[in-house]
């Protein structure tokens, strides 16, 4: 591929509405798949998080604990996938509704992961499809694990994986608040948003998170922040961004000047 692709992660936190299980967030879908149609970035990968789709039923089920030869896990593990592909198909509509070729993918059927990590991924249909200028969308998933039985695949692991293997020019995180805070804002009021940040400075901030036991940071953001540390060390720059608030996915994919956390090697 000559052009480095972009891979684009739309948080769950804000395609669905977290508080209510298997419900979606109809507008931020519409608003997210204007903005992405308007910007014209390819190549372009897209990637989705569970929300209210994946989350409440994988929990309910054990899924990423693996597989304890329990009857009604196995139909949990298809619960969780069915879920993903439904919200997958949602958001799939909503692209092609606004003239982006997207094809929906789901880790079930090309991923094996060992203890929680992706171990294979046949990747051939991606890269041949984003050679001729389809937009893949891959989301969070139930999938099988050589050491468990099955798991769950989160959505920011893929995004990391992928925009390593794809050899990505950036990745872009569209979550529900506005960046990487000191602690979590949703609890903590004295919460700084970090703009920008190195891989070294990011280290010790982690630190300072992690022992500052104020908040608690083990939340979806934690997880997400070392997904992305493996892609930013090897020069691919990474930038969270609140996908909530209007314009930020159009402004982040133009390259434009965006409130949010951009994290570079230095
Ligand atoms: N230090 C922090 N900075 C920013 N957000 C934080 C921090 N600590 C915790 N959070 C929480 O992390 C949440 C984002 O992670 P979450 O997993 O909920 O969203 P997501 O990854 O977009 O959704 P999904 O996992 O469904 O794709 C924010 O809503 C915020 O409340
Ligand atoms: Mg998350």
Redesign the pocket.
């Known amino acids: 591929m000559s052009v480095k692709p972009t891979v684009l992660?739309?948080?769950?936190?804000?395609i669905?509405n977290?508080e209510k299980t298997l419900t979606p967030s109809l507008p931020a879908i519409e608003r997210l798949t204007k903005e992405i149609s308007r910007a014209n970035v390819s190549p372009l990968v897209l990637v989705?998080?569970?929300?209210?789709f994946?989350?409440p039923l994988a929990k309910r089920y054990a899924i990423k604990e693996g597989y304890k030869h329990n009857v009604s896990q196995v139909l949990g593990f298809c619960e969780t996938h069915q879920a993903m592909v439904t919200l997958n198909k949602m958001l799939v509509d909503a692209l092609i509704k606004h003239n982006i070729p997207a094809v929906g993918m789901s880790p079930s059927s090309c991923v094996v992961t060992k203890s929680g990590r992706i171990h294979i991924m046949f990747e051939e249909p991606l890269k041949k499809l984003l050679q001729i200028g389809f937009v893949p969308v891959l989301h969070?998933d139930a999938v099988i694990d050589s050491d468990l039985g099955f798991t769950i695949l989160?959505?920011?692991q893929l995004t990391t994986h992928l925009a390593m293997h794809l050899n990505a020019a950036r990745i872009i995180?569209?979550?529900?608040?506005?960046?990487?805070?000191?602690?979590?804002?949703?609890?903590d009021s004295l919460?700084r948003?970090?703009n920008r940040i190195t891989l070294e400075e990011l280290k010790r901030l982690l630190e300072r998170?992690k022992e500052s036991k104020v908040?608690?940071?083990?939340?979806?953001?934690?997880?997400?922040?070392y997904e992305l540390m493996p892609a930013v060390e090897r020069g691919i720059p990474s930038f969270?961004v609140n996908?909530a608030k209007p314009k930020n996915v159009y402004k982040a994919l133009k390259g434009e000047k965006a409130i949010g956390t951009f994290i570079e090697r230095g």
Request: charged residues 20%; aromatic residues 2%.
């Open positions: 992660k739309l948080g769950g936190s804000v669905t977290k989705h998080g569970g929300g209210s994946g989350h969070g989160s959505g920011d995180m569209g979550i529900d608040v506005d960046g990487l805070f000191t602690s979590d804002p949703k609890v919460a948003l970090v998170i908040t608690d940071v083990t939340g979806g953001m934690l997880g997400k922040i969270i996908a």
